[in-house]
Antibody, heavy 120, light 106 residues
Framework: EVQLVESGGGLVQPGGSLRLSCAAS????????MSWVRQAPGKGLEWVAN????????YYVDSVEGRFTISRDNAKNSLYLQMNSLRAEDTAEYHC?????????????WGQGTLVTVSS | IQLTQSPSFLSASVGDRVTITCRAS??????LAWYQQRPGKVPKLLIY???TLQTGVPSRFSGSGSGTEFTLTISSLQPEDFATYYC?????????FGGGTKVEIK
């Protein structure tokens, strides 16, 4: 069974930093594209970033480009999101997602999420 | 690429046929996915590449369309289908979601 477990969320002041982690199990992590998707409280979904199997390609939504960095450690079956210069509008539940075999950009499996709150 | 879903809200009864539309601001070929999010739950992938049903998804769900206009159809609404539905374009970065369609019980 695919499992994705996020951690690292919390309360942070504007301008601060957080590092989110996602521990993956139940599948061969190194075979799949991975993404982060966020959802602000009571709002819709927003794709944040994704990373290729070997880490050689990374893509970001414009609003986080230059502030967030996605990375992975295939030896540890882990995905990360380093978030710097955080803003109030980054407040959201952050979900780790796995891509598909046939459609790697689709969000096939989702973690339960970790809540990031940016507030003074 | 912006995705516009319509309607944003619909009220329907069990057994109804329901259609949700997603329009893209640019041509995205068939690179569109649909997700279902029940209250308090994480989203679930229903359909990818416009019309391919994800494994395990009931056959009452179907998707169609290409280019800029897409539809998600639920042939006979079941109690567990009351949820919010999102489309997502997979054609180009940044990947984007539609604003969602909330399906409620009439």
């Amino acid at each position: 069974e695919v499992q994705l477990v996020e951690s690292g969320g919390g309360l942070v002041q504007p301008g601060g930093s957080l590092r989110l982690s996602c521990a993956a199990s139940g599948f061969t992590f190194s075979n799949f594209w991975m993404s982060w998707v966020r959802q602000a409280p009571g709002k819709g979904l927003e794709w944040v970033a994704n990373i290729k199997q070997d880490g050689s390609e990374k893509y970001y939504v414009d609003s986080v480009e230059g502030r967030f960095t996605i990375s992975r450690d295939n030896a540890k079956n882990s995905l990360y999101l380093q978030m710097n210069s955080l803003r109030a509008e980054d407040t959201a539940e952050y979900h780790c997602t796995r891509g598909g075999w046939i459609q790697p950009r689709a969000q096939v499996s989702w973690g339960q999420g970790t809540l990031v709150t940016v507030s003074s | 690429i912006q995705l516009t879903q319509s309607p944003s809200f619909l009220s329907a009864s069990v057994g109804d046929r329901v259609t949700i539309t997603c329009r893209a601001s640019q041509v995205i070929s068939s690179y569109l996915a649909w997700y279902q999010q029940r209250p308090g739950k994480v989203p679930k992938l229903l359909i990818y590449d416009a019309s391919t049903l994800q494994t395990g998804v009931p056959s009452r769900f179907s998707g169609s369309g290409s280019g800029t206009e897409f539809t998600l159809t639920i042939s006979s609404l079941q109690p567990e289908d009351f949820a919010t539905y999102y489309c997502q374009q997979l054609n180009s970065y940044p990947l984007t979601f539609g604003g969602g369609t909330k399906v409620e019980i009439k």
